[in-house]
């Protein structure tokens, strides 16, 4: 096509005409016919390059916007669209320059500051980005894109609450607007408001009903509020829409696992690696599952598989140092080692910016430096509800203002029950935390400045080690949720026993060890109507003698499979009952009779229960005769429940704290006869209490009584153990 220098200005707006319809190979011909006639014609330069940026080559776009510039230098839409073909490119530093001039020459000139807010968010310029995002949106009313990505940069630099007022600001201009509601939904999940979320989800999905990201977030929403059906289905949706999209498959997998359905949910996390093999994410919950299911050595390697691919999985590496405490053989100072690892990567990078001691409480203010008024304590759970650490600090925690300590609970949980109502009720403030990130939750601690702050989670689920880490009070303590040290060089101080910690092993925690007169814990045992009466042994009625095990799959092995084939060999009309809500997955159970007969334990004589009610749960405990510990990591709730119940445990410790709550539990309640010395003792006293009855009858009378009125429930007297401890710690003792 050729164009004579009269028809320029046709060609030109017949172009222009082509392009603005999108017919761009039309527009991009009639450019070149311009060009042909008039080399210098700068418009028609520039809007051929961003012909070919709209196409996808930026690479051509570049020499023909910069030949317009070399014409033209004073048009900012030059040298805004080089940005865009250099951002293209991946040359961002140039991009950045090439928006700045656009900005230079048109100070109101919106597109260019989002523009160059997208080219500072890809460098990682976010506090800049948010600045240009945050320009863009003023200098345009209704800018809802600009709006929604310094929604997108906010969220990343944590500042959680400013990313939601970007992202309702931009639905605000938009309502239409699918991604600004399914990422507010996103941030809503992440800041613990999982009703919320729902809803800003469901409005995502009423204008995009396949939109699976959605979708896959819709569904942990719904599993955060208890609705499993609800989730199965979202996610089954969001698989549905996008099987190769990750999240998807990861929710399904969330929501399978939390149902217990652990085969299914290994199933949804293996077709996740199967679309992409450096999914750490998927890895490190794949990891969790064969935990679950027992499996150590699976778990232990797809958590490093994990590590390996993101060195900063903080949880990860939690999960490895807890993983340590089920290895058979394990030893305290293997304990230490892998607990300082986390510290050594997550924990050492804080310790510049640690509180300093001898503060005192801003509540209490110079009288507590003084010595004066009461200890303020804070307490950060994300189980302050029906939940092991929480029944295990309940009592004592409520008993604790009457020793003048002033509580601050801190609740990283959406959560709430008849427990937390009690927990509540002994704070002088709740303060939930649960969208909050370590770095906020410290600086709220901070603010609030209380003496004493202490963990009830450790490496647990739902611990928050990292504002341990931090150490945003002057004295911190481990306590209750987790059952070894944490290895934190920010922990002071850890609440123990004589019975888990003995004297010459303080040199294998991180932090001093604080031994409590009795148990480290005051049992919160069941009440009202979750009070059964007490029965004689099952097998006096005439039929066999019943073992049982009420603890999670990932304590067993082989040394304690062999230990249990020994004693069921011994007394061959004798039956065993595991449950663990594991067992509730068929494929695990399956997987459990095959370990079971490979160790010479006959399927047959085994019952296997799953999941079930805590009354339910607590009238099984009452169906055996004899509860077998496993080793090396003992029971501790189990424990409690099966003696409540007038059950005896026989139990072997080792050295470590995980290993050693039986051995503590039987002694303060004073039940004898149980503590084995080595694999052998343990089959003996096993098989010698099986075959005494009246030794099991007078236990199942006599033993709920002692605990009860016993220290192991005491915790009036703990409390007063543990405020004499704390203010020792702080210097007010």
């Not at 652990?262 to 949804?268: I, P, R, T, V, Y």
Request: proline fraction near 6%.
């Amino acid at each position: 096509m050729t164009v004579g220098m009269a028809t320029i200005q046709d060609a030109m707006a017949a172009a222009v005409a082509h392009h603005q319809a999108g017919r761009l190979n039309e527009a991009a011909a009639m450019y070149h016919a311009v060009l042909d006639a008039m080399p210098g014609h700068a418009d028609a330069a520039h809007l051929l390059g961003v012909v070919h940026l709209q196409s996808g080559q930026p690479e051509r776009a570049v020499p023909l916007i910069r030949g317009a510039i070399q014409h033209n230098h004073r048009v900012a839409d030059y040298h805004d669209n080089l940005g865009s073909a250099l951002k293209a490119l991946g040359r961002l530093e140039e991009a950045v320059a090439a928006h700045r001039l656009a900005i230079r020459l048109r100070p109101d000139f919106a597109q260019a500051l989002y523009n160059m807010g997208n080219a500072l968010e890809a460098l990682g310029r976010l506090e800049e980005a948010a600045t240009a995002f945050r320009q863009a949106a003023a200098r345009r009313p209704g800018y809802a894109r600009a709006r929604f990505n310094l929604g997108n940069v906010l969220a990343a630099l944590g500042r959680r609450a400013e990313a939601d007022d970007a992202y309702r600001a931009a639905t605000a201009d938009d309502p239409g607007f699918v991604e600004a509601h399914a990422n507010r939904g996103v941030l809503l999940l992440a800041l613990g408001r999982p009703q919320e979320a729902a809803a800003e989800l469901a409005r995502a999905l009423a204008l995009r009903p396949d939109h699976a990201a959605a979708l896959a977030n819709l569904a942990a929403a719904k599993l955060a509020l208890g609705d499993r059906e609800g989730a199965e289905r979202a996610a089954r949706h969001a698989v549905a829409s996008r099987p190769e999209l990750s999240d998807t498959l990861l929710r399904l997998g969330e929501v399978r696992q939390r149902a217990d359905r652990l085969g299914a949910a290994a199933d949804a996390y293996a077709a996740a690696l199967a679309w992409n093999p450096a999914l750490a994410e998927a890895h490190a919950n794949l990891a969790l599952v064969r935990q679950g299911q027992g499996l150590l050595d699976a778990a232990e390697a797809g958590n490093r598989r994990a590590l390996a691919l993101d060195p900063g999985l903080a949880d990860v590496r939690s999960n490895l140092a807890y993983l340590q405490l089920f290895r058979p053989g394990v030893t305290a100072a293997a304990v230490l080692e892998a607990h300082r690892d986390w510290d050594a990567v997550h924990g050492a990078p804080h310790r510049g910016r640690w509180a300093k001691p001898g503060r005192g409480s801003s509540r209490a203010g110079a009288g507590a430096a003084a010595g004066k008024g009461p200890l303020t304590v804070a307490i950060l759970s994300g189980d302050f509800r029906r939940h092991p650490a929480g029944l295990f600090a309940l009592r004592t925690v409520e008993a604790l203002p009457a020793q003048d300590v002033r509580l601050l609970l801190y609740a990283n949980q959406t959560e709430a029950d008849d427990v937390t109502e009690r927990f509540r009720k002994a704070a002088a403030r709740w303060i939930p935390v649960a969208g909050l990130t370590d770095a906020e939750i410290a600086t709220q601690i901070r603010h609030d400045r209380p003496d004493v702050l202490i963990d009830l989670a450790g490496h647990n689920a739902r611990g928050r080690p990292g504002v341990f880490a931090r150490k945003p009070a002057p004295v911190q303590v481990a306590w209750s949720g987790y059952m070894a040290t944490t290895g934190l060089a920010a922990m002071d101080a850890l609440v123990a026993d004589r019975h888990h910690v003995p004297d010459g092993m303080d040199r294998f925690y991180a932090e001093r060890v604080l031994r409590m007169p009795d148990a480290f814990i005051a049992y919160d045992p069941p009440a009202g109507e979750e009070i059964l009466p007490l029965m004689p042994p099952p097998s006096l009625s005439g039929g066999p003698v019943t073992f049982g095990s009420f603890n999670i799959l990932t304590k067993l092995n082989g040394e304690v499979l062999a230990a249990w084939a020994a004693i069921l060999d011994r007394m061959p009309d004798s039956r065993l009952l595991m449950k663990t809500k594991a067992l509730s997955c068929p494929a695990t159970a399956a997987l459990w009779r095959d370990r079971l007969a490979a160790a010479g334990i006959d399927p047959d004589r085994v019952t296997m229960v799953g999941a079930s009610s805590s009354l339910d749960h607590m009238r099984w405990c009452a169906s055996v005769d004899v509860a077998l510990d496993p080793f090396p990591f003992a029971g501790s709730t189990t424990t409690l429940e099966t003696l409540w119940m007038g059950v005896p445990v026989i139990t072997l410790p080792g050295e470590t704290f995980s290993s050693r709550h039986s051995l503590a539990f039987l002694t303060v309640a004073g039940v004898e006869g149980c503590i084995a010395a080595d694999p052998d003792d343990y089959v003996e006293r096993a098989v010698a209490l099986a075959s005494d009855p009246q030794r099991l009858a007078e236990l199942r009378s006599s033993v709920r009584a002692r605990m009860a009125g016993g220290p192991l429930c005491d915790g009036a007297k703990l409390a007063a153990a543990l405020a004499a401890a704390l203010r020792e710690l702080t210097g007010r003792g």
